[in-house]
């Protein structure tokens, strides 16, 4: 009978062993000369380098074993095939049916995905090309110039991403903005700026019923209103609707013609390559967008065909879980050596840490293992003059990724940008090599003598990291890279025996958030007392409602 938790196996404790090795990066570096060649995988223009993890051939051959007796091969097959591997809401995950070719064959409950997911993109791509050639007009007749797209989460976080990200390949006097926080600073500032004649709004939720996006939704709409037009046409005209509810969006206003299809079978922060990614197609254009699709596809290709010990998503979240589950390295960090990723840290804050944040196994058991690590992340120009500090001479131990392309500036290009392109370059690796080799790293000079400062100057090393070169950064490898990423954060889960596709963890907080702002008082009024609610808070609250109250009412 197989074990109910995977830390029964004899493959993890086998790797509990391991662990135990006092591991050093210094030596398996003198002991194997040809590590890096061992050690690293070239993928779809993406070089690989994990050879400054602490592991050796034994740790990988262990961690593949575990692998293959965790079914991991098999959980692939399921994903992509369609079933229902979020199994506490009883649903698939196909996200990787969103960049499928048009050719290919997918059904899922009688129902024809590929055609699905291709009418969404056809309908988006009709929209992007009337925005874009000025035949979309506002209520006044004006073409539209600004579009705004309100959300939260997966429907924020991927897109304004991936608009940074390749800014580059613009081609549109359109702006396009991101507003997400509920509190209405960023809408409201923004509101100030923009023309509501030449405004387009879309509203990306897929249940439609987020009070953060649908607050902004609603001031953006009042705002519009206030301009005395009718109604009517102001929601026809400045108002794009994507949901998974269509009956909430029509219930809304947004008319059924300006509205784009998702799916109960994606996730939110899966979901950048569904319409969900309209503005960043407004942005850079339908073919751009869809060649970031196509290099996503060629990175599930290679999940779900490379033989594992060359296989980048199956490499990657192997050790991701031999440290933190094994190393016990609890703390992760993301560092892109490249302004145009600047959002990229923040990305996979919510996509690794919403999916495998998770304590119980499929079938509701605690686990008795770490699961996924604290992750955050900064370009890193500026994390050098933050955090490094931490990461150099700290008592913490942080597994890091290195990001960088190699490949920027083109010829034509000024000499200097040139030039700080590859001093970025040589920051990133050198910081990898001192996190890796400490004091090692530099030979010491010639008769330096010894100063009372070295013992605050100590470097100790033995910081585990992994290096990802980009040849070049194009919507196509951008994909290829998120992709990557998606498909690491399923191979840990698989591993830990989690579900990395729901997140109750965010729904208590938003019933309990109904339930305190019944007791905050929305208008000031002299009159009004102000007095304990009626609802069991704990003291903490109470004391803060009261005082909030107080100063509404003064």
Known sequence: MKPTLPSQLPQWQKLQQLAQHPWSLTQLFADQSDRARKFSVTVEGIYFDYSKQCLDQNVKKALIELANACDLKQKIAQLYQGDKVNSSEDRAALHTALRLPKTAQLSHEGVDVVAEVHDSL?????????????????????????????????????????????????????????VSNMDGTQLGSLLERLNPETTLFIISSKSFGTVDTLSNAQTARAWLFSTGASQATLLRRHFIGISANPERVSAWGI??????????WVGGRFSMWSAIGLAVAIRIGTKQFNEMLQGAYAMDQHFAQADFEQNLPILLGLIGVWNSTFLEINAHTVLPYDGRLKYFPSYLTQLEM????????????????????????????????????????????VSCDFIACVNYYQESE?????????????????????????????????????????KFKR??????????????????????????????????????????????????????????????????????QVEDTDTDFDSSTEALLQHINKKIEE
Not at 364 to 379: D, M, R, S
Not at 467 to 494: C, W
């Open 255 to 264: 008319p059924e013609e300006h509205q784009l299809k998702l799916w109960d």
């Open 122 to 178: 056809e309908k988006a791509a009709v929209m992007v090309d009337r925005i874009r050639n000025g035949i979309w007009r506002g209520y006044s007749g004006k073409a539209i110039t600004d579009v705004v797209n309100i959300g939260v989460g997966g429907s924020d976080l991927g897109p304004v991403m991936t608009n940074t990200a390749l800014d580059e390949w613009a081609d549109s006097t359109i702006k396009v903005h991101f």
């Open 414 to 454: 000024a000499g200097e940008l040139k030039h700080q392109h590859a001093l970025s370059l040589a920051n990133c690796l050198a910081q990898s090599r001192v996190l890796a080799f400490g004091n090692d790293a530099l030979a010491p000079k010639p008769d330096q003598a010894a100063s009372d400062l070295d």
């Open 459 to 528: 470097y100790r090393g033995n910081q585990p990291s992994t290096t990802i070169l980009l040849d070049e950064l194009t919507p196509r490898s951008f994909g290829a890279l998120i992709a990557l990423y998606e498909h690491k954060v399923f191979v840990m889960a698989s591993i830990w025996d989690i579900n990395p596709f729901d997140q109750w963890g965010v729904e208590m907080g938003k019933q309990v958030a109904n339930e305190v702002f019944a007791h905050i008082h929305l208008q000031k009024s002299s009159s009004t």
């Open 354 to 397: 919403e999916s495998n944040g998770k304590s119980v196994t499929h079938d509701g058991q605690p686990v008795n293992y770490a699961t996924c690590p604290i992750l955050w992340g900064e370009i890193g120009s500026n994390a050098q003059h933050a955090f490094y500090q931490l990461l150099h001479q700290g008592t913490q131990k």
